[in-house]
C-alpha cells in the first residue's frame, strides 16, 4: 500500500462521520459528489482517498453507505476497542476522561496515572488514580497501546519517554511543547493555544485563516 | 502582504515558544538554523516564514532573540487582550476555562454561557455563568472578539450562526461536527477524536502517520 497523507486520514475521519450522519438518516447510497459537497472538498479528491484501499462503489451508482461506512471503520482500525492510558489527572485530564465521543469510537480509558499524592487513590468512575511512578509496569500489565498525555509541558518529555520505553507506540499529547519520538511510534499533538493564535493571527490581519473558502480543511471536524 | 498559509502561522507559534524559551535560558541571539533544529524544520523553511513579514537578523549574526520575540508577539496579534467568551459550561468548558496558557497568551474568558438552567448561575472563578438565550447581547456589550464552542456536535451549528450573527469574526470550535461560516469569519477546530483516528490508523497499518522523522509536524506543539 502506497504511503497515505495524514491529511488523507483526517478526511478519512471526516467522511466516516458524514456516513454515520446518512446512515442515521436511513440513505442507502450516497455520491463522491455529495460526500464532497459535505465534506468540503471535491468528488475528484474524495474518489483519489478511497482508491488507497480498493475499489468502492460504481460508476454511476455511487457508494452504498452501510458498507462504505464498514469499510472505513475498518481502515481506521476502528472496528475494535483499544486500551488507552491517561497520564495527568488534572483539568484536561478529568475532561478528556469524560470525553464521551472516544468511548463510542472504540477508545476505552483503562488506566489513569498522575504525579500529585493527592490525586492518587482517587475513584473515577470505578478507576482508581494511580501513582504514575507505576507507569511502565501497569502499561506493560494491562496491555496498553494508546498513551494520552495531559500534564504540564516540562513533565511531558520525561512522561513520553517512559511511555515509549514501555513499548507504547501511539501517543496523544495535550501538553503545549513539542516532543520528541523514535521513528516507530506516532505522536499526535493537539494544542489549544496554537488554534487560538491562528485565530488572533487572521483577526489581526485581517484576513481569514481558516481556508480559501466555506467548509474547508479548519471547518473539518 | 501576501497571503499567508496556516501552516506558516502554525509554524510562527512554534518558533514563538522556542524563542521564549531561549530568552528565559538568557540567550540573546539564535541562527535560522538553531530554529529550525529546534522546530523540527529547515534553516530555508525558517528565513522563508519570517520573510513574508519583513527583514529580521542579520546575515551571519542570526536573530536577536528579544526583539524577535517582541516581532512574532506582534505578528501573531498577542501584544494585547482578546475578548472571549466561551459557549458550553460541561466538562471540555469548564477544562478550558481553567487552561491557563490562554490567559498567559492573552485571551481572557470573560463571559460563560450554558443552556442548562442548572449550569446557568454559577460561579466561575468570578463569572457567573449566563443563559444562552443572552447570547447575542451579552457579546455585543461585552465586545467579544473570539467565542470558544464547547457545546454537543447537535447544538454546535446553531450556537456558531448566532455568534456569527452577533458579528464575532473568530470562533474555536470543539465540537466534533463540521460547521458553516461566511468567508469573513475565521473558524478553527479542534477534533481530539480525529487524533486519535489517525493515531489508530498508524496502529493498524503499522505506519507512523506523525511524519517523515523525529520533530516534524505531529511533534509541533
Chains 1, 2 share one sequence.
Do not use: C
Request: net charge positive; aromatic share 6%; proline share 3%.
Amino acid at each position: 500500500m502506497k504511503k497515505v497523507s495524514d491529511s488523507t486520514v483526517t478526511r478519512l475521519s471526516l467522511y466516516l462521520r458524514i456516513l454515520n450522519e446518512l446512515n442515521e438518516q436511513g440513505l442507502s447510497t450516497v455520491s463522491s459528489e455529495e460526500l464532497a459537497r459535505r465534506g468540503g472538498t471535491t468528488a475528484a479528491q474524495v474518489r483519489k482517498d478511497l482508491s488507497f484501499f480498493g475499489t468502492f462503489g460504481k460508476r454511476g451508482l455511487g457508494y452504498a453507505v452501510p458498507d462504505l461506512l464498514e469499510r472505513l471503520r475498518a481502515i481506521l482500525g476502528l472496528g475494535r476497542h483499544w486500551r488507552v492510558a491517561l497520564v495527568g489527572a488534572g483539568k484536561i485530564g478529568s475532561a478528556l476522561f469524560g470525553y464521551q465521543d472516544f468511548r463510542r469510537q472504540g477508545f476505552h480509558i483503562v488506566a489513569v496515572f498522575d504525579a500529585d499524592e493527592r490525586k492518587v487513590g482517587q475513584w473515577w468512575n470505578g478507576l482508581q488514580v494511580l501513582p504514575v511512578e507505576d507507569l511502565e509496569d501497569v502499561l506493560r500489565a494491562e496491555g496498553i497501546e494508546i498513551v494520552i498525555v495531559a500534564v504540564p509541558a516540562e513533565a511531558a518529555q520525561g512522561v513520553v519517554d517512559r511511555v515509549v520505553a514501555a513499548g507504547v507506540r501511539g501517543i496523544l499529547n495535550f501538553a503545549p511543547t513539542k516532543l520528541d519520538v523514535p521513528p516507530e511510534v506516532t505522536l499526535k499533538s493537539v494544542n489549544m493555544t496554537v488554534e487560538l493564535e491562528g485565530l488572533s493571527y487572521a483577526l489581526s490581519n485581517g484576513e481569514r485563516s481558516g481556508g480559501k473558502r466555506r467548509g474547508t480543511r479548519a471547518d473539518r471536524s
